[in-house]
């Protein structure tokens, strides 16, 4: 009798070892699915499938996309020309869910802990596209309207 419940145990766990987990290939029109690069992933390594940005090299999206960052007010918290203020600066190097475009597409998108809402629901594909080819102009010659490299120095006679 014991032998027979531990062998029903173990066939239990076996079927259950099978069963076939969530996709990590998102539907065709859906937001691209990503792993983001948050620290070691137990098993073997898995090819996703990702979307490319299909405005990445197109000017006028570049141009949109600064007028989104600035109509969605996504400055309020990453500070004018996405310097930082509220939320993290986007003109730093290291990122840390990743640079990429579908890592940014998917930080939009999605949304990130500790702040970042979730744009995906609320945004379309397009627009979100555009954005991330905004974020990813900064700190280039591409840049559109970007920050003045001389600041006006204050001095003693202008603060009184």
Known sequence: MRTALLGMCALA??????RE???DVAPMGAAPAVQTPVGPIPGPR???RV???????DPVALAEGRRLFNWYN???CHGDHAGGGMGPSLRDEDWIYGSADAHVFSSIAEGRAHGMPAWG???PKEQVWKLVTYVHSLRTPREPDAPSQTQPKASWETIR
Do not use: H
């Open 13 to 18: 766990l076996l079927a259950s070892a099978c």
């Open 21 to 23: 987990g969530p996709s």
């Open 46 to 48: 898995v090819t996703v």
């Open 51 to 57: 979307e490319s940005n299909p405005y990445a090299r």
């Open 74 to 76: 996504c400055a309020g």
């Open 121 to 123: 629901t609320k945004l």
